[in-house]
Protein backbone atom coordinates (compact mmCIF):
# COMPACT_ATOMS: atom_id res chain seq x y z
CA UNK A 1 0.00 0.00 0.00
CA UNK A 2 1.57 3.30 -1.16
CA UNK A 3 2.29 5.55 1.87
CA UNK A 4 0.99 9.02 2.30
CA UNK A 5 3.06 11.74 0.49
CA UNK A 6 0.51 15.06 2.13
CA UNK A 7 3.03 17.37 3.95
CA UNK A 8 2.30 20.72 6.18
CA UNK A 9 2.82 22.59 2.63
CA UNK A 10 -0.35 21.07 1.10
CA UNK A 11 -2.59 22.25 4.01
CA UNK A 12 -3.98 25.53 3.31
CA UNK A 13 -2.35 28.09 4.75
CA UNK A 14 -3.78 29.57 8.04
CA UNK A 15 -4.65 33.10 9.23
CA UNK A 16 -4.02 34.95 12.04
CA UNK A 17 -7.57 34.67 13.04
CA UNK A 18 -6.58 30.50 12.60
CA UNK A 19 -9.12 30.66 9.71
CA UNK A 20 -8.19 29.81 6.25
CA UNK A 21 -6.38 32.57 4.89
CA UNK A 22 -7.60 32.09 0.91
CA UNK A 23 -11.29 32.16 2.59
CA UNK A 24 -10.68 35.10 4.48
CA UNK A 25 -9.21 36.94 1.12
CA UNK A 26 -11.74 35.62 -1.20
CA UNK A 27 -14.96 37.13 1.21
CA UNK A 28 -12.83 40.07 1.38
CA UNK A 29 -12.65 40.50 -2.14
CA UNK A 30 -16.40 40.07 -1.95
CA UNK A 31 -17.30 42.65 0.39
CA UNK A 32 -14.92 44.86 -1.48
CA UNK A 33 -16.38 44.15 -4.87
CA UNK A 34 -20.01 45.34 -3.03
CA UNK A 35 -18.94 48.13 -1.17
CA UNK A 36 -17.55 49.31 -4.98
CA UNK A 37 -21.01 48.88 -6.50
CA UNK A 38 -19.99 45.66 -7.32
CA UNK A 39 -18.30 45.88 -10.56
CA UNK A 40 -14.24 46.47 -10.13
CA UNK A 41 -11.29 46.25 -12.22
CA UNK A 42 -8.30 43.45 -10.61
CA UNK A 43 -5.80 46.99 -10.18
CA UNK A 44 -8.59 48.36 -8.13
CA UNK A 45 -9.03 45.44 -5.90
CA UNK A 46 -4.69 45.45 -5.40
CA UNK A 47 -5.22 48.96 -4.42
CA UNK A 48 -7.84 48.68 -1.83
CA UNK A 49 -6.79 44.88 -0.86
CA UNK A 50 -3.11 45.05 -0.75
CA UNK A 51 -2.85 41.81 -2.35
CA UNK A 52 -0.72 41.73 -5.20
CA UNK A 53 -2.57 40.89 -8.90
CA UNK A 54 -1.38 36.91 -9.02
CA UNK A 55 -3.06 36.20 -5.64
CA UNK A 56 -6.52 38.57 -6.53
CA UNK A 57 -6.42 36.59 -10.31
CA UNK A 58 -6.41 33.71 -8.37
CA UNK A 59 -8.86 34.17 -6.05
CA UNK A 60 -11.22 35.60 -8.54
CA UNK A 61 -10.81 32.80 -11.20
CA UNK A 62 -11.48 30.74 -8.40
CA UNK A 63 -14.62 32.62 -7.56
CA UNK A 64 -15.94 32.64 -11.28
CA UNK A 65 -15.64 29.44 -11.61
CA UNK A 66 -17.85 28.66 -8.86
CA UNK A 67 -20.50 31.62 -10.09
CA UNK A 68 -20.01 33.85 -7.32
CA UNK A 69 -18.05 36.56 -9.50
CA UNK A 70 -18.62 36.29 -13.55
CA UNK A 71 -15.92 38.32 -15.87
CA UNK A 72 -17.55 41.48 -17.74
CA UNK A 73 -16.71 41.98 -21.93
CA UNK A 74 -14.79 44.81 -20.48
CA UNK A 75 -12.53 42.48 -18.61
CA UNK A 76 -13.61 43.93 -15.22
CA UNK A 77 -15.33 41.65 -12.20
CA UNK A 78 -18.76 41.74 -11.35
CA UNK A 79 -20.80 39.94 -8.18
CA UNK A 80 -22.40 36.95 -9.74
CA UNK A 81 -26.04 35.65 -9.62
CA UNK A 82 -24.90 32.97 -7.45
CA UNK A 83 -24.69 34.95 -4.61
CA UNK A 84 -28.27 36.23 -5.11
CA UNK A 85 -30.10 33.04 -3.63
CA UNK A 86 -26.98 33.35 -0.75
CA UNK A 87 -28.30 37.18 -0.06
CA UNK A 88 -32.31 35.82 0.01
CA UNK A 89 -32.09 33.20 1.95
CA UNK A 90 -29.58 35.00 4.85
CA UNK A 91 -32.07 38.10 4.46
CA UNK A 92 -34.93 35.73 5.56
CA UNK A 93 -32.53 34.14 8.55
CA UNK A 94 -32.18 37.85 9.96
CA UNK A 95 -35.54 38.51 10.09
CA UNK A 96 -36.23 35.46 12.29
CA UNK A 97 -33.42 36.12 14.36
CA UNK A 98 -35.01 39.63 14.66
CA UNK A 99 -38.40 38.53 15.68
CA UNK A 100 -37.70 37.86 18.94
CA UNK A 101 -36.60 41.67 19.66
CA UNK A 102 -39.73 42.93 17.83
CA UNK A 103 -41.50 40.68 19.69
CA UNK A 104 -40.11 42.68 23.18
CA UNK A 105 -40.46 46.19 21.14
CA UNK A 106 -43.74 45.68 20.88
CA UNK A 107 -44.64 43.98 24.64
CA UNK A 108 -42.56 47.33 25.89
CA UNK A 109 -44.27 49.89 23.53
CA UNK A 110 -47.61 48.53 22.45
CA UNK A 111 -46.60 49.32 18.56
CA UNK A 112 -46.12 47.53 15.92
CA UNK A 113 -42.37 46.72 15.22
CA UNK A 114 -40.23 46.44 11.89
CA UNK A 115 -37.12 45.36 10.91
CA UNK A 116 -36.20 46.83 7.36
CA UNK A 117 -32.74 46.64 5.44
CA UNK A 118 -30.89 49.18 2.64
CA UNK A 119 -31.22 46.81 -0.92
CA UNK A 120 -29.79 48.63 -3.48
CA UNK A 121 -31.61 51.89 -3.85
CA UNK A 122 -34.62 50.64 -1.61
CA UNK A 123 -35.72 49.95 1.70
CA UNK A 124 -37.08 46.19 1.98
CA UNK A 125 -38.71 44.95 5.12
CA UNK A 126 -37.71 41.89 6.97
CA UNK A 127 -39.41 40.74 9.49
CA UNK A 128 -42.74 42.62 11.89
CA UNK A 129 -44.30 41.64 14.93
CA UNK A 130 -47.62 43.64 14.70
CA UNK A 131 -49.13 45.19 17.84
CA UNK A 132 -52.02 43.74 19.98
CA UNK A 133 -54.08 47.27 19.36
CA UNK A 134 -57.49 46.44 17.34
CA UNK A 135 -56.11 49.72 15.51
CA UNK A 136 -52.64 48.61 14.28
CA UNK A 137 -50.28 49.04 11.62
CA UNK A 138 -49.51 46.61 8.92
CA UNK A 139 -46.56 46.24 6.83
CA UNK A 140 -46.55 43.03 4.59
CA UNK A 141 -42.63 41.30 4.77
CA UNK A 142 -40.73 41.73 1.50
CA UNK A 143 -42.59 44.75 0.63
CA UNK A 144 -40.29 47.46 -0.61
CA UNK A 145 -40.04 51.04 -0.36
CA UNK A 146 -38.28 54.55 -1.20
CA UNK A 147 -36.42 55.77 1.82
CA UNK A 148 -37.13 58.98 1.43
CA UNK A 149 -40.46 58.97 2.65
CA UNK A 150 -39.60 56.61 6.05
CA UNK A 151 -38.41 56.30 9.25
CA UNK A 152 -36.52 53.69 8.94
CA UNK A 153 -34.79 54.90 5.29
CA UNK A 154 -34.07 58.57 7.23
CA UNK A 155 -32.03 55.68 9.85
CA UNK A 156 -29.87 53.99 7.01
CA UNK A 157 -28.89 56.53 5.22
CA UNK A 158 -27.88 58.92 8.36
CA UNK A 159 -24.50 57.65 7.81
CA UNK A 160 -23.86 57.71 4.24
CA UNK A 161 -22.06 60.83 2.86
CA UNK A 162 -24.31 63.26 1.58
CA UNK A 163 -22.86 62.83 -2.20
CA UNK A 164 -24.31 59.16 -2.02
CA UNK A 165 -27.94 60.37 -0.60
CA UNK A 166 -27.96 62.82 -3.35
CA UNK A 167 -26.63 60.86 -6.34
CA UNK A 168 -29.54 57.80 -4.73
CA UNK A 169 -32.15 60.15 -4.77
CA UNK A 170 -31.75 61.32 -8.15
CA UNK A 171 -31.83 57.87 -9.00
CA UNK A 172 -34.84 57.31 -7.47
CA UNK A 173 -36.75 60.55 -7.75
CA UNK A 174 -38.60 61.55 -4.36
CA UNK A 175 -42.48 61.04 -5.38
CA UNK A 176 -44.90 62.19 -2.70
CA UNK A 177 -46.84 59.59 -0.53
CA UNK A 178 -48.49 62.04 1.31
CA UNK A 179 -48.60 66.28 1.52
CA UNK A 180 -46.15 65.43 4.37
CA UNK A 181 -43.61 63.28 2.06
CA UNK A 182 -39.94 65.28 1.91
CA UNK A 183 -39.37 66.02 -1.87
CA UNK A 184 -36.40 68.02 -2.15
CA UNK A 185 -32.81 66.55 -1.87
CA UNK A 186 -31.46 69.72 0.84
CA UNK A 187 -35.03 68.88 2.84
CA UNK A 188 -34.09 65.24 3.13
CA UNK A 189 -29.89 66.32 3.96
CA UNK A 190 -31.52 68.36 6.65
CA UNK A 191 -34.15 65.70 8.10
CA UNK A 192 -30.83 63.22 8.01
CA UNK A 193 -28.63 65.59 10.28
CA UNK A 194 -31.52 66.10 12.40
CA UNK A 195 -31.54 62.10 12.98
CA UNK A 196 -27.79 62.00 13.81
CA UNK A 197 -28.12 64.94 16.50
CA UNK A 198 -31.34 63.44 17.98
CA UNK A 199 -30.24 59.65 17.69
CA UNK A 200 -33.36 58.42 15.88
CA UNK A 201 -35.61 58.76 13.01
CA UNK A 202 -39.30 59.87 12.59
CA UNK A 203 -41.62 59.53 10.08
CA UNK A 204 -44.67 61.76 10.64
CA UNK A 205 -47.47 61.08 8.24
CA UNK A 206 -44.77 61.22 5.31
CA UNK A 207 -45.23 57.41 4.22
CA UNK A 208 -49.13 57.67 5.56
CA UNK A 209 -51.69 59.93 6.36
CA UNK A 210 -52.34 59.45 10.23
CA UNK A 211 -49.32 56.90 10.65
CA UNK A 212 -46.29 57.90 12.71
CA UNK A 213 -43.08 55.93 12.74
CA UNK A 214 -39.66 55.88 15.05
CA UNK A 215 -36.61 53.98 13.83
CA UNK A 216 -33.33 53.65 14.61
CA UNK A 217 -30.15 51.94 12.91
CA UNK A 218 -28.88 48.40 14.28
CA UNK A 219 -25.28 49.62 15.24
CA UNK A 220 -22.31 47.17 13.29
CA UNK A 221 -25.01 45.08 11.50
CA UNK A 222 -23.63 42.47 8.88
CA UNK A 223 -25.87 44.31 6.82
CA UNK A 224 -27.52 47.82 6.99
CA UNK A 225 -30.56 47.42 9.15
CA UNK A 226 -33.04 49.28 11.32
CA UNK A 227 -35.61 48.35 13.35
CA UNK A 228 -38.73 50.84 14.07
CA UNK A 229 -41.95 50.60 15.48
CA UNK A 230 -44.94 52.40 13.88
CA UNK A 231 -48.41 53.40 14.96
CA UNK A 232 -51.71 55.66 14.68
CA UNK A 233 -50.44 59.48 15.31
CA UNK A 234 -52.93 59.74 18.28
CA UNK A 235 -50.78 57.34 20.14
CA UNK A 236 -47.39 57.14 18.94
CA UNK A 237 -47.11 61.43 20.53
CA UNK A 238 -44.53 63.54 21.29
CA UNK A 239 -44.44 62.30 24.92
CA UNK A 240 -44.84 58.76 23.79
CA UNK A 241 -41.28 59.37 21.67
CA UNK A 242 -39.63 60.17 24.98
CA UNK A 243 -40.39 56.84 26.55
CA UNK A 244 -40.04 54.28 23.41
CA UNK A 245 -36.97 55.72 21.77
CA UNK A 246 -34.80 54.54 24.67
CA UNK A 247 -36.28 51.32 24.09
CA UNK A 248 -35.55 51.37 20.38
CA UNK A 249 -32.28 52.17 21.44
CA UNK A 250 -31.54 49.59 23.72
CA UNK A 251 -33.23 46.68 21.67
CA UNK A 252 -31.11 48.07 18.96
CA UNK A 253 -27.62 47.48 20.81
CA UNK A 254 -28.96 44.36 21.91
CA UNK A 255 -29.83 42.86 18.33
CA UNK A 256 -26.73 44.29 17.41
CA UNK A 257 -24.86 41.89 19.98
CA UNK A 258 -26.78 38.97 19.09
CA UNK A 259 -26.14 38.84 15.03
CA UNK A 260 -22.38 39.33 15.81
CA UNK A 261 -22.15 36.57 18.21
CA UNK A 262 -24.03 34.28 15.56
CA UNK A 263 -22.32 31.13 14.45
CA UNK A 264 -19.76 31.38 17.67
Not at 117 to 125: A, F, K, Q
Request: hydrophobic share 40%; glycine share 8%.
Amino acid sequence: MPTSTSSASDAPAKSATGGVQSLERAFDLLERMADAGGEVGLSELSVSSGLPLPTIHRLMRTLVACGYVRQQPNRRYALGPRLIRLGESASRLLGTWARPYLARLVEETGETANMALLDGDEIVYVAQVPSKHSMRMFTEVGRRVLPHSTGVGKALLATTPDDEVRALLARTGMPAATEKTITTPDAFLAALEEVRRAGYAVDDNEQEIGVRCLAVSVPDAPTAAAISISGPAGRVTDAATERIVPVLQQVARELSEALAGTGN
